[in-house]
């Protein structure tokens, strides 16, 4: 799930290295088969789901919306301007 063709932003791999975990360590604690997945997460590649979201917000002991900050304020743009758009229209 890329947006475009870019990456999508997240702190995954800093959160993990503050931590000093290897992706074998945190693949392991989110009961993932191996770093595949992971891997994929922190290029950008591929978004968690929302589970292992929470998961990966408990392991790196953060809040889910500071390991994908530049997309949740994106996010959060985009939806302040869809509710002015429905308060203009009332």
Do not use: C, D
């Not at 996010?75 to 009332?90: D, F």
């Amino acid at each position: 799930m890329e947006q475009g063709n870019r990456p999508i932003p997240n702190r995954l791999q800093l959160h993990r290295k503050i931590l000093r975990y290897q992706q074998s360590h945190v693949a392991q604690l989110l009961g993932l088969k191996n770093t595949v997945i992971l891997s994929a997460w922190e290029r950008g590649e591929a978004m968690p789901s929302a589970i292992n979201l929470i998961k990966l917000s408990v392991v790196y002991r953060t809040f889910p919306n500071e390991l994908y900050s530049e997309l949740f304020l994106q996010i959060k743009e985009a939806m302040k301007e869809k509710e002015s758009e429905i308060h203009k229209s009332e």
